[in-house]
Structures are given as C-alpha cells and as structure tokens.
C-alpha cells in the first residue's frame, strides 16, 4: 500500500516532491492556508487504496473499514496532537443519500477510531443543509461550488472544542474545508483532518480560507 511518506506538506498533508520551505508547506498553503489546522492522510490514493475504500464503502466490507481505521489511528498517534482532541466527527452524508446506501461510510470509519483512540465521536455535530452532488467527476472548481454552504454546525456540540474530522479520501478539499468552515463557525477552536488517503493532485483552487 503506498503510504504518504516524508516529506509533506504539515498543513494539508500532501507529500512534497518539488520545493519547499524549512516550515514544510506545500505552494498552495505558502499561498492560501486552508481553514483547518492540519490535515493527515495515511495512504496515497492509488495502487490497491482505492479498490480497498470502495469496497468498504459500496460493498459493506465491515472489515476492511476496521483496518482502515486501525490503521487512521495509528497515524493520527503519531501525526497530530490527539491529547488536545475533544471529539470526532464525521463528514456526514444528506439524509437522503445514507438511507439510499445504507450507512454513512465516514461515520462508521470515526467510530472506530474512536474506540482505538478513546475519544466520543460526535456523530450529529455536523448536518448537510442540502443535496450536493457526488464530487466525483467533478473539476476543482466545480467541487468547491457543490459544497459551499452545504454544511451547519451545532454550537451546544463543538462550542470551544478541538475537533478531529473523519473522511475516507481527500481529494481537492473542498469537502473537509466547508465542514471545518462550518465548524469554526459553530464555535470549534480548532479543527483537523484525518482520512484514510488523499489524492496525489494539489488543490489547485482552495476557498473558504482563513
């Protein structure tokens, strides 16, 4: 499995394979620091990585989703300051889109890595406000519009807490950066991202920045 190996960028985790700086930041988060804290990925999203995360996620491979969050928490230990953590969440789905498949693969993946890391998983801090397409397919830009605005959070459950968000793959960051805007907004301190890959593409066009 091709793991992110060093160096990467200690903000939005992408692996450095051009110029960087002392800091380790990647060009786009010299230029535009992404809403959220940090950003950590355990594998590259390619090899058998994706044949593993759609099984889990279309074809309910409980197991494979256990590994897969064994193997989160393992890096999130090792890659980001767990002891400050007050709860995890899940990117979660539209209402409508989990009952169609089910489950909502983010959450199942948080609570694993809830149990290995021993923290609450706060699985309704975060709601979708509206139906978005799939981001698949989609370009960089058109990824950002689908999910802007799209997400609320609730104050009673991320008021002054340092949240950890779950998701399976970081591709452009459109996704996680609207969840962490809408947590920010809720009054989270602090929010970093945990997923179990990330694609290989730089996010060419981040919005919603600090």
């Known amino acids: ?23 380790l930041l990647c060009r786009a988060c ?3 620091q992404p809403i959220y804290a ?11 990585v994706p044949h593993a995360i759609r099984q889990f996620k279309y074809h309910h491979r409980r197991r494979i989703g256990q590994w897969l969050g064994d193997a989160m928490a393992e ?8 002891r400050e953590i007050d709860g ?7 209402w409508w889109k989990r009952r169609l498949r089910g489950c909502n693969p983010s959450a199942l993946l948080a609570h694993a890595l809830g149990t290995a890391l021993e923290k609450p998983v706060l699985e309704h801090a975060v ?8 981001q698949t397919g989609l370009s960089s830009t058109q990824r950002w519009r689908n999910v802007q605005h799209a997400f609320t959070a609730h104050p009673t459950a991320v008021r002054r807490a340092a949240i950890l968000l779950v998701d399976d ?42």
């Open 38 to 48: 940090q950003a950590v990925a355990v594998w590259q999203y390619r090899g058998m």
């Open 30 to 32: 010299r230029t535009s």
């Open 75 to 82: 890096a999130a230990c090792q890659r980001l300051p767990i």
């Open 127 to 134: 709601s979708r406000k509206r139906w978005t397409r799939s």
């Open 169 to 210: 793959v970081l591709t452009s960051g459109a996704t996680v950066s609207a969840c962490a805007q809408a947590l920010r907004d809720g009054g989270a301190r602090a929010v970093y991202v945990l997923t179990a890959a990330r694609t290989l593409s730089p996010h060419a066009e981040r919005r919603g920045s600090a």
């Open 1 to 23: 499995m091709p793991a992110i190996t060093l160096p990467w960028c200690q903000r939005c985790g992408l692996s450095l394979d051009g110029p960087y700086d002392a800091a």
């Open 88 to 94: 995890l969440v899940p990117v979660p789905l539209h």
